[in-house]
């Protein structure tokens, strides 16, 4: 016969269990899903530049060309962004020239016309200190990255805590953001029903 008094306590480990299994799990499912594509959300496209810590200057996509020389406002330095999945991966285009930010098997940064390659494509991480890095999804723990000189490092030797790979978004001078903020509607006590008036 089960003792009655050991009821509470198996039933506390099988709930710890649970909740343990149920945490790994979900870590798991976001993991995969920020890895994997999305073609049901709604994409959603930004407009706005990379600032380098390190070159004090921004990412340009000349066509092929990469680098972080930019001034604020110049046009090479003016990117579409576009969230590619559940999670943070997105495709950086420059808007000039429609060529895609993307790391080669090398880790060298490259422009290139079609941007469907998971080469293309990159996790982004906001840092504690409000930074942004930006890994590559193919070639995991390569990171964009430039010199003092504003040119591109390669991948393998880049890593997270580096300055070289910390970039801050801006909207270039005279731009807003493509999308609208959403707008939120307050509603006290004090608001009024609007009833409809009977036609005399």
């Known amino acids: 016969m089960l003792n009655l008094f050991l009821l509470p306590s198996l039933f506390l480990k099988k709930t710890q269990m649970f909740v343990a299994e149920e945490n790994v799990d979900f870590r798991i499912h976001v993991e995969n899903q920020t890895r994997a594509r999305d073609d049901v959300s709604r994409k959603q496209l930004r407009l706005y530049q990379l600032y380098s810590r390190t070159s004090g200057k921004h990412i ?3 066509g092929r060309r990469i680098s ?8 090479y330095a003016q990117l579409l962004v576009e969230t590619d999945t559940f999670g943070s991966q997105v495709r950086i285009k420059g ?15 490259v422009g290139k016309p079609d941007g469907t390659s998971k080469e293309c494509v990159f996790i982004e991480k906001v840092l504690e200190n409000n930074y942004t ?11 964009v990255g430039f010199t003092k000189k504003g040119r591109p490092r390669k991948g393998p030797k880049t890593r ?3 300055q070289d790979v910390h970039f801050m978004k801006r909207y270039p001078k005279g731009i807003v953001d493509l999308q609208k903020p959403f707008k939120y509607t307050t509603v ?7 009833r409809p008036t009977n036609p005399s």
């Open 188 to 194: 006290t006590k004090r608001t009024r029903r609007i």
């Open 95 to 109: 808007k000039e020239t429609d060529f895609y930010l993307c790391m080669n098997r090398k880790g060298k940064l």
């Open 68 to 75: 972080a020389k930019g001034e604020d406002g110049d046009k």
């Open 60 to 62: 340009q996509v000349m």
């Open 133 to 143: 890095a930006l890994m590559s999804a193919k070639y995991s723990g390569w990171y």
């Open 160 to 162: 997270e805590n580096q």
